[in-house]
């Protein structure tokens, strides 16, 4: 088990690689939003995550993640850190796991954003 990733799964089985493999492409979305590659914080990272969840699954974005074995921003903030840990990603002397603590709601963010206008849009009330 010389992969990286495969010794993070091993260590903590609650996520699937899928999962693993999503947050890095979400990073990599983030910084194609930016102006410049730079560092950015978990909640930048999380709004990536919600906007590549959306584009690339619909309404059906809750569901996938949760299939992952996600349900809230913290099993992302989870994520991030035993990537950060396994040296996979890096962190500055600011971040915190606590960035990613119940910064939004998956229902919010994954169903009700997403009518049949698409997603981004609201639910009046």
Sequence with gaps: ???????????DPRFKPEAYVFVHDALGHTWARLDHRRHVTGRELLDGIKDLALKRYGPMARAVLNSWG???????????FHLVDAELLSKTEEDRIEDFHAVYDFNDAFVRSYDIAGPGTREPG
């Design 70 to 80: 996600v349900r809230t921003t913290d099993d992302f903030g989870t994520i991030v």
């Design 1 to 11: 088990m010389d992969n990286p990733l495969d010794q993070v799964i091993a260590r």
